[in-house]
């Protein structure tokens, strides 16, 4: 098979392998265990670089050695804060954004996103793009606050300006409730 759907993550990097090129100035808005934050940084060069986010010191700390590990600590500036800084964080403007929203893989399910600080995180990344730059989002409703975080998007990315902004939803819709969806939305 030439092709071959697989996750919402897949179609968000697959996105992203299209829109961002080397010297990109990129945030990985929930670091996790660092693997977007590593391809964001694989993409962008040695002249770009990478702001990434995550709350939880085990998330930095995990990205960190990842980064260390394959020689690209120096293109990335990890923080241990909220994803809901970027605006007053990042120097603007960026080129791309992602979004891959839930709990840590592997840590505590008690901490997860929220609804009022991707909202917001969101919000900013948005005010930060560059033309022609995209924000990808994948959420996870099959838990109770992912599942307000979806809908909460849903909505908020469809009352973006069409004249500004155009947005895809990516669902499966076969593949049963609760599914992974991705947003990819680009500034026009």
Sequence with gaps: ?????????????EALERAVKAGDVLVDATMGNGHDTLFLAEQTGAEGHVY????QEDAVASTRKLLEEHGMSDRATLLC???AEIEETVPGPIDAAVFNLG????????????CESTKK???GALK????????TVCAYPGHPEGERERDML???FAALPNREYNVLRQTFPNAGEGAPECFV???L
């Excluded at 098979?1 to 990097?13: C, D, G, T």
């Excluded at 990434?52 to 709350?55: E, G, P, R, Y």
């Excluded at 560059?130 to 924000?135: H, L, N, Y």
Aim: aromatic content about 10%.
């Design 1 to 13: 098979m030439a092709y071959e759907l697989k996750s919402a993550r897949f179609l968000a990097r």
């Design 52 to 55: 990434a986010f995550d709350i």
């Design 81 to 83: 804060r909220s994803h």
């Design 103 to 114: 709990w840590l893989p592997g840590g505590d399910h008690g901490i997860t996103t929220r």
């Design 121 to 123: 995180a969101v919000q």
């Design 128 to 135: 930060l793009l560059r033309r022609g730059g995209i924000v």
């Design 154 to 156: 849903a909505a908020f």
């Design 185 to 187: 939305i680009q500034k």
